[in-house]
DNA sequence: TTCGTTTGTTTGAGTTGTCAAGATGGTAAA
DNA sequence: TTTACCATCTTGACAACTCAAACAAACGAA
């Protein structure tokens, strides 16, 4: 059984490398992690030996097949958690994250089941973020960040779950996964777009909160 | 912010010295928590200089105020969270300490109170043992061990949390808190109570089991 | 190529919580 | 009172995780 502070390093390391097969560095989990650059280094070697990742000194790493595994663990925890932090004890969208990062350590394989069949196997989190199943697959999404699109009329599919401020801010103006935008005058050099809402009313994010949010196409 | 290992110390000398003004010892909390004497004087040592315990090496120890509310806190969350876990998540009340040992850790003060909110303050866990309130006080009970009294009506307030087995089989019965028995043949001598329950059926207990359940005289 | 910056690694040390094993104190039986 | 035993305490050690700071490699600009 990894502990939880191998279990954060995993989830960070998946994170950062993308569920695809890219790969990340020291640095950029130390950040991540809030942890030196010197602890990140100690504990890959022990991951490495593991047989978690794969570590190659000063060139990178990534994660191996048991070490993937594991993470998506985490993260199929993280997510049930916070969906029923808000659809059973009716905590708000932007306050979840922080409660789910503790408990996705503490809860049982069963409570965890329990979780799951109360909610009906769902298959996206909060945010928007996909479920991974019991085998850890995931539905992907081509969802593209609304910092990076053309004008033009999109559906809100996810919004980053790691900055509450955002998340809170969003909630008060009654915003929704799944709610229809458009997307009028992308204007990047100033930085802030503006986007019409389906259901009436403007809306300005600026660049920084615009990459958060991840949208889809509507033909 | 006591840790979790000192709130588990807390809480196992609270359990020991009982809600009054008891003692203990360094060898019962070594037993309780299986470690070695020495490890729990090492932690006394500390326990003390933090002003939780009141601790006199070789003479024995008890819970300071500070210490005592602390535990209180503690056994606060620990009966909170198993009565969500039956109540609402439909655990049964033979396996949810366990479970509850470990998130009492884990849960923010904020999901605690939702919680308490959703069970709407509740006073007792699912085994009948009171929650004490926010403030730490509860409302005292007057029962007594069933192995203790003598032939005659009661009622079925209390059963220890401890033995999961036992609760298990209580619950296979169909056996509730609160229900009330007929106790015919205290024979102490062969170490075995027979219960008549007022739906009718009769129910033989051991001494060791009958340790464990707690009543009280109905008039 | 070479030098300076950035990034990563090593080393030594601290914290928390644990054990094993030997030393010591308290007390009940002789 | 004395002794033996058991509970308790002390010491030294270890495992997991972390940091600070010295050191080393890699990279990119000149």
Redesign the pocket.
């Known amino acids: 059984m990894p502990?939880s502070?191998?279990e954060n390093y995993l989830k960070a390391i998946l994170h950062l490398q993308g569920e695809g097969k890219g790969t990340t560095?020291?640095?950029e989990i130390a950040r991540e992690l809030?942890?030196?650059?010197?602890?990140v280094?100690?504990?890959?070697?022990q991951l490495s030996e593991r047989g978690l990742v794969d570590y190659e000194?000063?060139r990178g790493l990534s994660l191996k097949p048991r070490g993937m595994t594991e993470a998506m663990k985490v993260v199929r925890r993280h997510r049930l958690i916070e969906l029923f932090l808000v659809k059973v004890m009716g905590l708000d969208w932007s306050e979840v994250h922080e409660e789910a990062e503790i408990l996705e350590h503490a809860i049982s394989d069963r409570l965890l089941d329990r979780i799951d069949e109360m909610l009906g196997q769902p298959t996206h989190d909060p945010h928007g973020d996909p479920i991974p199943d019991r085998l850890g697959m995931v539905a992907k999404d081509r969802a593209v960040p609304l910092l990076e699109v053309d004008a033009g009329r999109y559906r809100v599919v996810r919004v980053s779950d790691g900055d509450s401020a955002l998340l809170g801010w969003l909630n008060e103006k009654g915003f929704r996964i799944g709610e229809e935008i458009e997307l009028s005058h992308p204007d990047r050099v100033a930085g802030v777009l503006e986007l019409s809402r389906s259901g009436g009313g403007r809306l300005q994010l600026g660049a920084e909160a615009a990459g958060q949010v991840f949208v889809e196409a509507v033909s």
């Not at 809030?34 to 602890?39: F, I, L, S, Y």
């Open positions: 502990s502070t191998v560095t020291v640095g809030e942890v030196t650059p010197g602890t280094t100690t504990m890959m070697r000194p000063r």
